[in-house]
């Protein structure tokens, strides 16, 4: 991106940041080709080290220092086409932006929130490190983008997240004092973006800057209603100016003075590969008041906001639709365990929405909110008879199913499962089968008369 043209205030802000000598080193950095990344999903791998050993050379992978389970790959690689991206098997994430998850450090068990979630490298990368165990909260403000990432939770088989499309302060009247961890990372200026997309140079102004400043403080507000006494926030943006990182957190220090500064972190693209990153490591005091708003009083108002979002059904319903899928369960899927949780219904969607592990979380809590996924999707009600979730499919591991018709990811079946195609089923099958490549989910396929009537979702079938 040789012709990129920077505002001549920009500039004169890096240069007060960085001094001259550095300056030409971060301005030769817009001449050089960008480094890609993708992020190995610990919920589909045992090891990332593994998956990287096979991928290695179809990509071209090499490690990313900050990030266990990142590596570099070949632009001309295209990872995003590759069959086992559809597994889920690993996430494309800028490899700087790996950094912030990391040092959220999310522990099996911990109850988390991700606050501005899509599309959601941040969010998958958290599930990954709590393997299944605990509660992850995804919250996405804009509608459009909690889809995005309410189908990229599904394709990482995420089982206990809930991915919400709330305003900061619809969360935090709910919430309070709530979660062991918090990851921000906060809609910015997005300096660190200039070489990936000249719309954001063109977006670029002292004001913009200034504008994003004060909202981030606004969600920082919220952030530390909704954090238990003791827990940890990670505030992170991909920009570069002072005010809103440095300042950001120096302010909102020295207005919550129960907060402790950790430690900072910043990535710059001159100096490490990749676009750049600012992550601040935030922790409050044990002893930390929690806020006036007592958690017994939030669900209270919450659960009088009954006229927004799309609502569950009512319990009874949802345990009798659990049947249809115990039923299910029982012949397809024998070895599979539900985790903590219970049966919510929307439409007839049903969903196991996890719990906490304090056992303070159910769907009371998210009544009027609007919610994109509730939880894991485990089927639909079609007909009077039970279809299982392509969710389910992406959450399962292949041992737990009745039977799995395993290809290699380069065979034609897979390349003809993933536009939609039939496939011929071995003479014993019969019901609810996993197509998988390599081992890994791609979705249910259902056997009869030798031939395996494919049921992925017609939103997700292509040609690679
Ligand atoms: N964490 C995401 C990831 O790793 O994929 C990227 C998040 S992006 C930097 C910031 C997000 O904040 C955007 O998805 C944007 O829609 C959202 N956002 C914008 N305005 C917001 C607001 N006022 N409150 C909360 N979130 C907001």
């Not at 632009?75 to 069959?83: I, L, N, R, V």
């Not at 921000?184 to 300096?191: N, Q």
């Not at 599979?336 to 969903?351: R, S, T």
């Not at 509730?374 to 591991?397: I, Q, S, T, Y």
Request: proline letters at 6%; glycine letters at 10%; one cysteine or more.
């Amino acid at each position: 991106m040789s012709n990129v043209q920077l505002p001549e205030s920009y500039i004169r802000q890096i240069t007060a940041l960085l001094g001259a000598e550095q300056t030409e080193k971060f301005l030769r950095s817009y001449e050089e080709p960008r480094a890609y990344g993708l992020r190995f999903n610990p919920l589909k791998t045992g090891s990332a080290k593994e998956s990287a050993g096979t991928l290695k050379e179809a990509f071209s992978l090499s490690p990313i220092p900050w990030c266990e389970t990142g590596y570099y790959y070949e632009h001309d690689a295209k990872p995003g086409k590759h069959p086992l991206y559809a597994a889920g098997l690993y996430y494309i994430q800028e490899p700087s932006a790996m950094s912030a998850a990391e040092r959220l450090d999310a522990q099996p068990g911990e109850t988390i929130l991700d606050f501005a979630a899509a599309p959601g490298g941040k969010t998958t990368h958290i599930a990954g490190q709590l393997r299944g165990e605990g509660l992850l909260i995804a919250n996405e403000i804009h509608p459009a983008r909690a889809k995005i990432l309410s189908e990229n939770v599904e394709r990482a088989g995420i089982s206990n997240a809930v991915v919400t499309n709330g305003a900061p302060h619809e969360l935090s009247s709910r919430f309070p004092g709530f979660f062991d961890r918090i990851m921000l990372d906060a809609p910015c200026s997005g300096e660190g973006m200039f070489r990936k997309d000249a719309d954001a140079i063109a977006e670029w102004s002292p004001q913009h800057v200034d504008y994003c400043a004060q909202r981030q403080a606004d969600i920082l507000e919220h952030a530390a209603i909704m954090l238990k006494p003791g827990g940890t926030l990670v505030y992170s943006t991909c920009t570069f100016n002072r005010e809103e990182n440095e300042e950001t957190i120096e302010q909102f220090i020295a207005k919550h003075p129960s907060f402790r500064l950790e430690a900072t972190e910043r990535l710059w693209p001159h100096l490490v590969q990749g676009e750049g990153h600012f992550v601040a490591v935030l922790r409050q005091s044990e002893s930390a008041e929690m806020s006036a708003q007592g958690s017994e009083r939030a669900v209270g108002k919450a659960s009088k906001k009954r006229d927004r979002g799309k609502k569950p059904g009512g319990a009874s319903t949802a345990a009798q639709q659990l049947t249809a899928f115990n039923e299910f369960a029982n012949k397809s899927l024998p070895r599979f365990v539900l985790g903590a949780g219970e049966p919510v219904l929307f439409g007839d969607a049903l969903y196991w929405l996890p719990h906490d592990g304090e056992q303070r979380f159910g769907a009371a809590q998210l009544d009027g909110l609007k919610v994109a996924r509730a939880g894991l999707h485990l089927g639909d009600l079609r007909k009077n008879r039970f279809e299982p979730a392509h969710a389910l499919a992406m959450a399962v591991r292949p041992e737990q199913a009745d039977w799995v018709q395993n290809y290699s990811a380069d065979a034609p079946e897979i390349a003809a499962y993933l536009r939609g195609e039939t496939l011929a089923a071995a003479d014993a099958q019969s019901g609810w089968g996993l197509v998988t490549a390599d081992g890994y989910p791609l979705g249910w396929a259902k056997a009869s008369g030798g031939q395996l009537k494919n049921h992925l979702p017609k939103g997700l079938r292509r040609h690679l």
